[in-house]
């Protein structure tokens, strides 16, 4: 599960910004639609297109390029706790809807500390001193609550999300101080974060490029990594797979 970890990180990176490769040489209208999580796989597919043949190419992707380019990794750095440390309010209510007292103090506590020590969060001094964000998202809270995801959706400029997770992104901007930052300051925030994104997986574009068809790749990934963050990293192992476990570690242990 390390390395899953490891790949769906990256490729939720990807899911912000709306997919990074282009579904060139998929025949599209071959294809059965028939995953009940995407009832309106033809639109979607569309709108995958768009943003990346598009939105991605001609503005998203370049933007990423001289923004690297221009602003030094200080800056960068600096900008994104910035905008990083707003929602560390949002991560301590989740966490206390969640049941997860720990992290609704510890996320308090980055809060307090970067936003005076740290300059507004510019520096992520609570980092520096051993205490990791923990980051939870409403959306997260509703599955923890037994709620599924919906269908799911490819949103123009948006990219891939679902009922459930499109929910608990407007119950989190409506979190303070979210909720009472103007236009540009949003606008600011949010362009920051997504200029980071885009430009952590320049380097990495080639592996959804190798796929045979990045959409079904990048929606099996999206529900992974949902899965994933709402069961906080565990695996979900059948009786059959345990038992099969025990097999082995009997087996080794007689060596």
């Not at 440390?85 to 308090?108: A, D, H, M, R, V």
Request: one cysteine or more.
């Amino acid at each position: 599960m390390t390395n899953n970890k490891a790949i769906l990180s990256l490729i939720s990176l990807f899911l912000l910004l709306g997919g990074c490769t282009s579904t060139q040489g998929f025949d599209a209208k071959a294809q059965q639609y028939n995953d009940p999580k995407d009832p309106i796989e033809p639109f979607n597919r569309a709108m995958w297109d768009f943003n990346y043949d598009v939105l991605d190419a001609y503005l998203l992707r370049p933007a990423a390029v001289a923004y690297v380019g221009v602003m030094p990794q200080f800056a960068r750095t600096g900008l994104l706790n910035m905008a990083e440390n707003l929602e560390e309010p949002s991560n301590s209510l989740n966490n206390l809807l969640q049941g997860k007292i720990e992290g609704t103090f510890i996320s308090l506590g980055r809060f307090v500390l970067n936003s005076t020590v740290g300059l507004l969060g510019l520096i992520d001094v609570a980092s520096e001193l051993g205490i990791e964000a923990e980051e939870e998202e409403f959306g997260e809270v509703l599955g923890k609550w037994g709620v599924g995801t919906g269908p799911y959706l490819m949103i123009p400029a948006w990219g891939p999300t679902d009922i459930r997770s499109g929910v608990g992104d407007v119950v989190d901007s409506s979190y303070s101080p979210l909720d009472s930052l103007n236009f540009y300051v949003s606008f600011f925030r949010t362009g920051i974060k997504v200029l980071e994104s885009r430009a952590a997986v320049i380097s990495q574009e080639q592996q959804l490029n190798s796929s045979a068809d990045p959409y079904s790749f990048v929606k099996s990934a999206y529900f992974q990594n949902l899965e994933y963050k709402v069961l906080d990293g565990k695996v979900l192992v059948s009786e059959e797979e345990e038992a099969l476990d025990d097999d082995i570690d009997a087996f080794l242990d007689d060596f």
